[in-house]
Structures are given as structure tokens and as C-alpha cells.
């Protein structure tokens, strides 16, 4: 049977050396022609008995979010599975595990083996609500208020934001900006990604605002 994840921990499956767009020196490395998740090119790399498994567009390399090296469509699903039930033996909620499952780790995209569809707009500018002045960046698409959840950056009151994509509640929007300021501290980095909740932008245009979900309250959390 094709079994990609046999005696590979999960937390490995994501391959660093693959995952990474980028060198320790700032330069681009080259894409790769093999699945990250089991290291085979195509069906021709297979053993015989695990073609037929791996038939039709499940079995050729898609490249299903932002980073350089490809996977197979029934790897990603073999991984969805695996990642699914391992994040709920680790005590995440619904919500969260299913963030997780549905965004790469690495360049925060979700998962599309099927094209990107567009944002309701391109840009949108960002509106804080608390004393700081910024939003903190999210990781993931998840309403969880757990740290491990948010990265380094925010946007700042104001700021410009450039929406790259939203994800399938329509709670959230995957944004890019310029310069992007640390949530806690000084200092500031030239360009981030992360997860932003619609609440905190404003659009131009009312008909995008009126196409947004209500705001939902985040679960309880212990």
C-alpha cells in the first residue's frame, strides 16, 4: 500500500530544506521536482502496486500554496488526515485544528490544489481597536487567542493592507504589508504576511463590507 508518512514523524513531514523560499544568504533556491511529503517525483516513481492508488491528478505534483516545492494531491490528503487527528490527540479544539490543517505552516497560504480565488478586494485599511494602536498578525486562520497562533508583526492604525486571500468562513483575511512593525517592542521589518480578522479593516467600497460575515465571539479557552 502507499503509505508516504510510514516512519516519518509528523512533525517532519514538512520538509525544511524544500519548505524554505529563501537561503541563509537572502537568495532564491531552486524549485524542486519532488513531492516534499515523500520525496518521489511522479507515478513513475512509485512501485507498481501503488500506481493504481495514485491514479488520475492524485498521483502528479501541484504546487497547492506560496512555497517552491510541489506535492502530490493524495500526499497533501494523507497529511490532512494524519495532521487532522494528531492535532486532536494534542488537546486543539475543532476550530483551530481545522486552521491548521488548512494553512501551510511555513508561508501561511491555504491550501488550493484547485486555484486561488480572489479576495472580495485588493486592499483595505487596517482599524485597531485597542490602546496599542496595532493588530497583531495571525499565523493561522483560527478565532483561538493562544500565542502559539499569532506572529511577531502588526498592523498598525491606518496602515494600508494589501488582501492576498480570505479564508472559507470569511472571518479572515490573509494580508501583505509594508513595513511591518513588531507587535511588542520597537523596531520593524520590511514586508509581512499574516492573518487578520475582518473586523479590523475598513473597505471602500460598502459593498464588500455588506458581503462580510457577522463577527462570532472566540470559543472558551482553557
Not at 32 to 45: F, P
Not at 147 to 157: G, I, K, L, P, Q
Amino acid at each position: 500500500m502507499f503509505h508516504p508518512f510510514h516512519g516519518l514523524a509528523i512533525q517532519n513531514i514538512l520538509w525544511a530544506c524544500h519548505l524554505t523560499a529563501v537561503n541563509s544568504a537572502g537568495q532564491k533556491m531552486a524549485s524542486s521536482d519532488e513531492c516534499r511529503l515523500c520525496w518521489c517525483k511522479d507515478l513513475d516513481d512509485l512501485e507498481d502496486e501503488d500506481k493504481h492508488i495514485a491514479a488520475g491528478n492524485a498521483g502528479h505534483l501541484c504546487f497547492p500554496c506560496n512555497c517552491r516545492a510541489p506535492v502530490h494531491v493524495r500526499c497533501l490528503s494523507e497529511w490532512h488526515q494524519s495532521r487532522w487527528w494528531q492535532l486532536l490527540e494534542q488537546g486543539f479544539n475543532f476550530d483551530e485544528a481545522h486552521a491548521r490543517i488548512d494553512t501551510c505552516e511555513v508561508c501561511g497560504a491555504r491550501w488550493m490544489t484547485r486555484g486561488r480565488p480572489k479576495p472580495l478586494a485588493a486592499w483595505a485599511l487596517c482599524r485597531a481597536r485597542g490602546g496599542t494602536g496595532k493588530v497583531a498578525l495571525r499565523r493561522f486562520p483560527t478565532l483561538s487567542r493562544a500565542t502559539r497562533n499569532f506572529s511577531d508583526y502588526a498592523a498598525a492604525n491606518g496602515q494600508r493592507l494589501e488582501l492576498l486571500e480570505q479564508d472559507v468562513t470569511g472571518e479572515f483575511f490573509r494580508v501583505r504589508l509594508a513595513p511591518a512593525a513588531f507587535y511588542q517592542g520597537e523596531g520593524s521589518s520590511a514586508i509581512a504576511e499574516g492573518w487578520i480578522r475582518h473586523v479590523y479593516l475598513e473597505f471602500e467600497s460598502e459593498t464588500v463590507a455588506a458581503r462580510l460575515p457577522t463577527p462570532t465571539m472566540p470559543p472558551a479557552y482553557t
